[in-house]
């Protein structure tokens, strides 16, 4: 059952085609659509969370409430990896600290877009105004902590404090691992966070000139209350689930629905994940962006990902059948 409008083609499936999904872990997928699902507003999503709340038979509640739409925007789809990177910092500049996490100044709400990334690093707008959560020691592992979006800082004292997404300039986020594939330094299989980090480092004069290639900037704010057991905040402002938390575009794919991820490559994944976060490189209805957990191993796993595969979205069947045109059930 397919449709297809404004160049988005609906198609709806049956469970038995999706490919691995009688040997997922349902439970564990439903135990983490219960973390936001009470947050919907919408009747067919809050009657199903009420449900959710206690069921015996996680695999049998998706399939009797659900259907498996593929959503498709006419781009391939893609699967990349996220996760929470550590860094060192200090809550005061030194010769060591010497790089700020800022939070979001107001008027970068107001005006958009705003200043760019190197209008904001090279001026003193931010300056003498209190926005400093905290200084990190490492200007590389900054900029790869605002394109995850949110991360921990180890005090020196041992202490952490977290910080999560508040906002950014407006600017668009263009890629640098593409510019170093543009300019011939890489070639597009070569080319992952690490990569980047050991190019950045090995050459800090044109590396530094390199992280300005991306105008979008991105700021933060302390959300130090969510216990360090528990995963950073997402786009709906819960916890997270390592493995089981996706990020999406939600002008194709609601936040908070269960998605069906089949990504190929070299390690295939076939496994039920919750739609809970966003990311300002995320855009397209196949895009997708699996998050790996907190710190440096859980770094290497999700920069290596970058993969081909389809993702489906279950809907409250009502809501999967009526993206049909009338006569195409």
Not at 88 to 100: D, H, V
Request: hydrophobic share 40%; net charge negative.
């Amino acid at each position: 059952m397919t449709a297809a409008g404004s160049d988005v083609k609906y198609t709806v499936l049956d469970f038995a085609a999706l490919d691995g999904w009688a040997q997922d872990d349902h439970e564990s997928a439903l135990s983490t659509f219960r973390n936001t699902c009470r947050d919907f507003d919408d009747p067919d999503w809050t009657s199903l969370c009420a449900l959710a709340a206690d069921v015996p038979d996680a695999r049998a509640f998706f399939e009797l409430f659900f259907r498996p739409v593929l959503i498709e925007d006419g781009q391939p789809a893609l699967f990349t990896g996220y996760f929470e990177p550590e860094l060192e910092g200090s809550l005061r500049r030194s010769a060591r600290y010497r790089y700020p996490v800022y939070s979001m100044p107001p008027e970068a709400r107001v005006i958009r877009p705003w200043l760019t990334r190197r209008q904001i690093l090279e001026g003193s707008i931010m300056q003498g105004r209190g926005l400093e959560i905290a200084w990190v020691d490492d200007p590389v592992e900054l900029f790869f902590l605002q394109i995850q979006g949110s991360g921990r800082i180890r005090l020196p004292s041992g202490e952490m404090i977290r910080v999560g997404y508040s906002g950014f300039n407006g600017h668009e986020y263009r890629s640098i691992g593409a510019e170093l594939v543009r300019r011939g330094t890489y070639a597009s299989h070569q080319v992952s966070a690490q990569v980047i980090r050991n190019y950045v480092r090995r050459n800090p004069e044109v590396g530094e000139e390199l992280l300005y290639h991306n105008p979008s900037y991105v700021f933060f704010r302390e959300v130090s209350e969510v216990p360090a057991e528990r995963g950073p905040l997402g786009a709906m402002n819960r916890s997270i689930t390592t493995m089981r938390s996706v990020a999406v575009d939600p002008a194709f794919v609601p936040l908070g629905a269960p998605v069906w991820v089949e990504k190929d490559g070299a390690d295939p994944l076939r496994r039920l994940m919750i739609a809970q976060d966003t990311g300002s490189a995320i855009k397209g209805a196949q895009r997708a962006d699996v998050f790996f957990g907190t710190g440096d191993k859980a770094g290497r796993e999700a920069g290596r990902l970058r993969d081909p595969g389809r993702m489906l979205v279950l809907m409250p069947i009502q809501r999967a059948y009526a993206l049909l045109p009338e006569g195409a059930i």
